[in-house]
């Protein structure tokens, strides 16, 4: 016992070593061999040197010619349909690994079967060109539920756009607002006031979330007169701000930043103190540095809380390991995880769709073997206005079905009820595809990634009058025992394939050790 528990001392000190992913050091990358510090820290040069060629991405990443030609065809393609693709801070830029198509991840994380998670995230592919069949879209077209700069979908609360798409520091991939090649980053004037004066006319609403874009991206005067009118709302009662800036630019976010967002939230509010929120979009552990922890640590002395919501992507982080790992690095540094968000169905990016039983089971041997508070709400946004539906598993069988998640494949569509009583029959989460261009898909990202395995895009495949055939990429499901947990999550075994959950069972071995430990005071 001894044995283990010295053991576990150490693998519990490598964990802690390893909260924090090292990027390379900015100055040993080619494009950025001449910068010094003082520039690299100085978040107006981060803006003014955004990466925005396959030329810059050449000195950062190993591509070869065939790779970078597919790349800036993606890029033209896009630029042709009237979207800007690709923008990434140096800061960013620097997460990800040299070379991309050839990975270092976590032991047991199949690293020949992934890609570099920042690059996924981050670098427009051919897969951005494949796939258009999404079935129903929608989810998040805000027009129809909007006055001015506001968007409603639930009694209680509402989003308040502050900035264009095209706003944020750093452009996603999988992002559903598609970028326009208009960059201004302000929302007219004229619709911002509209959308304050409907949330001062409309009582119900207590809770603001300012979005864009990238909230935080604005001019400082716009930013404090919006939170300086919304201080003035005697019923609005919470403000959320979203934000990716301490992810993708976390030198931007300053001491002088922070005190001016604290004192305009409440600088006319009369009662008990608007609380605010800081929301942001952590995917992946190796999102996670010293520099997004130092720019936590200056927004929790602020005051503010900070929770996150991340989105499942296929590619990037549909894995058991991957997930944990990323939800329980991010609660160590003080972020908590709040949603897991089914990717949505837009064009250009069912590629990262992963199927929703997945994210169950997921979803399902996460609980217990990691803090529930860590365990963020697998969630939904559903087409249509209907809002977010909640998709996470339950050990209740309360209608003595006996049927568990994991027991077979699902069929590729679900009856959804929304929180608002309304019922959509077949609500398909995946895109759709025949299978001579679901074939033809696979054999050109094959060859854009230089071998086969490492793209599995997840689509229904139909027939000709729009009939399901089958599911791309679902001969089985996840298999995850109690030991294969364990051994993911870096825990010691105990018995019985289980860590130790009980010190009573050790009891005897305990006494003999804490009267040998310093805990123990001799009379």
Known sequence: IKENFDRENDNLMQTIDNIFYKPRKYNTIELWKD?????????????????????????????????????ERTLTALKNEGKEALRITPYYASLMQEDPFHPTMLPDEKSEKRLDPIFWQSVPTP?????????????????????????????????????????????CVHCQRAKSLDCSADVNSTEIDKGL????????????????????????????????????????????????VPVVMPMGITDNLLELINVSANKYNKGVDKYVYFMTHINHYQEITEDLETAVKKIRKHGFTIRNQ???????????????????????????????????????????????????????????????????????????????????PSGHDTMNVETNIDDKISESFATIKTWDSKTMFRYEALGRTSRDEFENGVKIMDKFIG???AFVPNLIIVDNEGKHIETTNRTELPKIEKLKKAELLGYEMFDKNMPLTNPNDIADELEKQFKNSKYCRKE
């Open 127 to 171: 897969a951005n060109l494949l796939f258009p069949d999404t079935g129903l879209e929608g989810a998040m077209n805000e027009n129809s539920r909007s006055y001015g700069a506001v968007y409603q979908r639930y009694p209680n609360r509402v989003a308040l756009f502050v900035a264009e798409n095209t706003s944020c520091a750093s452009y």
């Open 35 to 71: 910068v010094k510090e003082e520039q690299w820290n100085d978040v107006n040069w981060q803006r003014r040197n955004s990466i925005r060629s396959v030329a810059q991405l050449k000195k950062i990443i190993k591509l070869n010619d065939f790779q970078a030609s597919e790349i």
């Open 451 to 453: 071998r086969k395995g």
């Open 310 to 392: 991340t989105v499942l992507l296929n590619h990037v982080n549909d894995y058991y390991k991957t997930m944990a790992e990323t939800f329980r690095r991010m609660f160590w540094i003080g972020v908590h995880p709040y949603y897991l968000l089914q990717c949505h169905k837009e064009k250009g990016i069912v590629h990262f769709i992963t199927p929703i039983q997945i994210g169950k089971i997921y979803m399902k041997h996460l609980q217990g073997w990691i803090s529930g508070v860590t365990v963020p709400r697998y969630a939904a946004n559903v087409e249509g206005g209907g809002g977010k539906v909640l998709l996470m």
């Open 197 to 244: 004066f409907y949330i001062g006319y409309n009582k119900n609403i207590n809770e603001v979330l300012v979005t864009g874009g990238d909230a935080l991206m604005i001019s400082r005067s716009r930013l404090q007169y919006v939170l300086e009118e919304l201080s003035r709302i005697p019923h609005l009662r919470a403000i959320r701000i979203a934000t990716r």
